[in-house]
């Protein structure tokens, strides 16, 4: 998740009006569709989000806590129901992390950090 919110924030960072937003732009409805548009594909939009979802669940696995499986369920139902909105796009890549808490929540193996201090 973090992975694919920096490579994100690489692809539509160059593109981004800082100027014309830090002037109020965005605020006073003069920036262009646009302007509003790369605003939502970047601090308006969900890659923030995903940096902080991925290290909480970076965290989690490291105190070898699981993450809830609604977690990979509502992202898989975010990743589907942006590709079905918009077709093929980044959003693919949302299938990785999304299927991989899924696996995970029906393993139901405890992570390693998990199982190391059950046996100290």
Do not use: E
């Not at 979802?53 to 977690?71: F, K, N, T």
């Not at 990785?96 to 696996?103: D, F, H, N, T, Y």
Request: proline share 5%; net charge positive.
């Amino acid at each position: 998740m973090i992975i694919i919110s920096v490579l994100h924030t690489v692809v539509f960072v160059g593109a981004a009006p800082w100027a014309s937003w830090l002037a109020g732009d965005l605020r006073n409805g003069t920036a262009s569709s646009d302007s509003v548009a790369t605003f939502w594909a970047l601090p308006g939009g969900w890659v923030v989000v995903l940096v902080l979802l991925g290290l909480l669940v970076s965290r989690a696995g490291r105190q070898g806590q699981h993450v809830p499986a609604y977690v990979g369920w509502a992202m898989l139902a975010w990743v589907v129901f942006a590709v079905f909105l918009i077709g093929p796009s980044g959003f693919l890549f949302g299938f990785v992390p999304a299927g991989l808490l899924i696996a995970a929540s029906l393993t139901g193996k405890r992570p390693a950090a998990a199982r190391r201090r059950v046996r100290s």
